[in-house]
């Protein structure tokens, strides 16, 4: 029988940021989830705070992972299109790490819910190309082909209809102007077809706040490719970030294994 390996998964979102102790064995949370709203402006500083805040809450001592809403390279963010321009180019694992002085790793958002649910979800097991997309304050995008991650897609960002496609898209627009299930659904259509031609995928797979309300417009949606939600729905992202922090780290064969990793593996 394996054994339980807690890491703590933070997901920061445009609106929110999420946590929870994550059994990386099985993608359950150990704890309840947490959250805090993303202060504003959601500088380098103020959202520091706010994962000190988050941490002192699990009192956490061990491995942190972070999924964070920009392309992310080595642990540099190369975007910031909904959180503060002060991101861009910055070397935000780095910061978090000698902020809380623990070890930490951090990826795309959305790359990290799509791990999630390769490990864990709807893209289990699946030999082919799976297209995650989470539906929050903007559009996260996460893609697999034969259960390997091409990251950093971010197809939210594409421009569609002249338009970037999450300002017109995404669940907090629909909140804002009001748009019925079905007219989103109707929306959603086009945006999905342009996606099919793009990558060709086997299985789309939506989450996000979105995402928990798939049933409602999924009658709507009319493309070729199987639609299916999220299993993990809003936890995607806090569960996929602790996974990939976890196997960031054991794979890391540069160094000795941190002993943080040491007492997580014999734990």
Known sequence: ????????????????????????????????????????????????????????????KGMVGFGFPAIVKNGVSHSAANIHGDWLHFNAEKYFGNLL??????????????IAALKFGAAQNQKSTVLFLTIGTGIGSALFRDGKLIPNTEFGHLFFKEKIAEKTLSNAIRKRDKISMKKWGKMWTPYLQHLERLVNPDLIILGGGG?????????????????????????????????YA??????????????????????
Request: glycine residues 8%; hydrophobic residues 35%.
């Open 211 to 243: 995402g928990k309300k798939f049933d409602r417009f999924a009658p709507y949606l009319q493309v070729d490719t199987k639609i299916v939600a999220a299993e993990l729905s809003n936890n995607a992202g806090i569960v996929g970030a602790a996974v």
């Open 246 to 267: 976890y196997d960031t780290f054991a794979k890391d064969t540069t160094k000795p294994p941190s002993k943080t990793l040491q007492k997580l593996q014999s734990s």
């Open 101 to 114: 002085q623990l070890p930490v790793k951090l990826t795309n958002d959305a790359d990290a819910a799509g």
């Open 1 to 60: 029988m394996s054994r339980e390996v807690g890491v703590l998964g933070v997901d920061i979102g445009g609106t929110g940021c999420k946590a929870a102790i994550v059994d990386i064995t099985n993608g359950k949370l150990k704890s309840e989830r947490f959250r805090l709203d993303t202060p504003q402006p959601s500088t380098p500083e103020n959202v520091g705070k706010t994962i000190q805040k988050i941490v002192e809450h699990f009192n956490w």
